[in-house]
């Protein structure tokens, strides 16, 4: 379902530009939002420290302009989940922390069921899509120690 192919070839990471925000409200996180961006994760050297959700929850990242992304990976810990991301055209967080999505179109979705631990995990649209903003949700628990959104390089 999810090969990842074209992820890995030539894509560029561009999370490093977007806003990277945590929803608020009811979704507690330990560790800082920094640490999803540093270039740090278990395994290319550094250790690099953690962005945990003991309980689930969202992460936001909002681009200035359109940016046409293939998907997105993140590098997870011990606490293998379910992932899924979705991508819009006018969405934005609001001032309660919440996304707002009702001027929104959603252009890409995606899920990772794999489950898989201390490995990278890969989320991919079905092609690439032209977003401003994306949301990355889980069901559970989450470790993450870093998060590559990539862009389509044609
Ligand atoms: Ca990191």
Known sequence: ????????????????????????????????????????YPGNGPMGEPFIWPGKGDLTFQFEQLQLVAGLRLFVGADGGIYEVTAYQGAYLDEEGQTETSQARVVGEAVNFELVENSWVELEFEGPVEADYLELATEAGAIFYEIEILTSSD
């Not at 890995?8 to 560790?31: F, H, W």
């Open 1 to 40: 379902m999810l090969n990842g192919c074209y992820l890995l070839g030539g894509s560029v990471n561009v999370a490093p530009d977007a806003v990277t925000r945590a929803t608020q409200g009811y979704n507690e996180y330990e560790g800082e939002i920094g640490h999803l961006v540093d270039g740090l």
